[in-house]
Nanobody, 124 residues
Framework: QVQLVESGGGLVQPGGSLRLSCAAS????????MGWFRQVPGNEREFVAA????????SYSDSVKGRFTMSRVSAENTVYLQMNSLKPEDSAVYYC?????????????????WGQGIQVTVSS
């Protein structure tokens, strides 16, 4: 079965950095567009970033553009989210997602598989 496993979350001070990882298994990694979303209690799941199957194209939400970088390493079946200049409003549970096909969708409903989520807290 398909599994997406996030790691790398935790507590960081404002202005700090974290790198999230998502290891995928049970799917043909090169066939899947990958995304990162985040959610705080009471809110809908929010798009953060997406990356194409080749890794050659990325898309970011306006709130993280210029601070976050998404990448993928096919040999590792892993995607990464490098988060710099973190702000308290970046605090959320972060989810990795996968969808079959080429389009970098920004809506959660378009993704086929999800990780269990990992907490990121930005606080002094």
């Amino acid at each position: 079965q398909v599994q997406l496993v996030e790691s790398g979350g935790g507590l960081v001070q404002p202005g700090g950095s974290l790198r999230l990882s998502c290891a995928a298994s049970g799917l043909t990694f090169r066939d899947y567009t990958m995304g990162w979303f985040r959610q705080v209690p009471g809110n809908e799941r929010e798009f953060v970033a997406a990356i194409s199957r080749s890794g050659g194209s990325t898309s970011y939400s306006d709130s993280v553009k210029g601070r976050f970088t998404m990448s993928r390493v096919s040999a590792e079946n892993t995607v990464y989210l490098q988060m710099n200049s973190l702000k308290p409003e970046d605090s959320a549970v972060y989810y990795c997602a996968a969808r079959s096909g080429p389009i970098l969708h920004r809506f959660a409903v378009n993704y086929d598989y999800w990780g269990q989520g990992i907490q990121v807290t930005v606080s002094s």
